[in-house]
């Protein structure tokens, strides 16, 4: 599908999760967190979260926050269950989780004092604890990544920055790295 004439624009910041239509291009930038995208290629809905850490020890019984990957799972299954669909037909990738020291990490072995290793096997569990194939991801290294998911297509387009400052416009993702199955 084409570029729709109206677009909105959403930028998320850390904790933040939006779930929207066709017409919907989500942006958000990432260090140590970690962004899941989710969309349906046949409703052409979808949405991203970023979240910060993997979770809170205690949680209010009426209240999601998105800064933990457990709630922003929760919160896409909430649109999932609002929306009568199953899990496993939205194409579900991942990004983030960067180092943002200079020194090796390992993300393989659990290391609990690095947060951005722990953010990306909380997410790879959730998903697939909760019936999600991620089709696509790019996760772990050192620096920065600018994300954005444009709806009406499906296509996420994905800028890593190693060990520099994150200076991206809109525009510079057309020279970069689309993420797709």
């Known amino acids: ?56 020890i205690v949680r209010p019984a009426d209240e999601l926050d998105g800064r933990y990957a457990d709630e922003a799972m929760a919160l896409f299954h909430r649109e999932i269950r609002r929306l009568g669909m199953r899990p496993e037909e939205f194409q579900v990738k991942l990004f983030g989780g960067g180092n943002m020291f200079n020194m090796p990490t ?10 951005a290793c722990r953010n990306i096997m909380a997410a790879r569990d959730l998903l697939k604890n909760h019936g999600h194939k991620v089709v696509a991801e790019h996760v772990g290294m050192q620096g920065y ?31 970069n790295q689309c993420i797709n199955s």
């Open 1 to 56: 599908m084409q570029k729709p004439q109206h677009v909105i624009e959403i930028f998320l910041q850390p904790g933040e999760f939006y779930f929207g239509g066709q017409d919907t291009r989500i942006r958000t930038l990432l260090g140590s967190c970690v962004a899941i995208t989710m969309w349906h290629p046949r409703l052409l809905i979808g949405g991203m979260c970023h979240f910060m850490l993997p979770s809170r």
């Open 106 to 115: 390992h993300c393989s072995e659990i290391d609990s004092n690095n947060v």
């Open 145 to 175: 990544r600018n994300v954005m998911l444009d709806i009406w297509s499906g296509k996420v387009w994905m800028r890593h920055m190693e060990n520099a400052l994150p200076q991206t416009r809109v525009n510079d993702f057309e020279e």
